[in-house]
């Protein structure tokens, strides 16, 4: 049997137990509009580092605001969304600053 195959059946087996039933951006489509911005040079650094259990200052703040968007759409209080609506913003000029100096 081939990799490929070895892998569909475990992917199909793990399908069937529901294991990937409660995955965070679950049914949404994936914006890699921000990765292919990125440099490829800097894109194979980074795959590098995450390798080693390290990521860059980049990396982090998509995490950041990926879960403060997250805390966003589940928030209620229209206070609570406006400080959270401004910790996005801020981290977003943060890694577009980050992004530019390395054009």
């Not at 294991?19 to 951006?25: A, C, Q, T, W, Y």
């Not at 990125?38 to 990396?59: D, F, Q």
């Not at 403060?68 to 600053?97: G, H, M, S, V, Y």
């Amino acid at each position: 049997m081939s990799f490929d195959r070895i892998v569909e059946a475990l992917i199909k087996e793990a399908m069937e137990r529901g294991e990937f039933d409660s995955l965070p951006g679950q049914g949404k489509p994936i914006d890699l509009t921000q990765y292919f911005e990125t440099p490829e040079e800097v894109r194979i650094a980074n795959s590098v580092l995450k390798n080693a259990g390290m990521t860059s200052r980049e990396v982090d703040l998509l995490k950041e605001i990926a879960e403060l968007k997250q805390a966003l759409e589940a928030a209620r209080d229209e206070k609570k969304k406006q400080t959270i609506a401004k910790q996005i913003r801020e981290k977003q000029i943060e890694f577009n600053l980050l992004m530019e100096r390395q054009k």
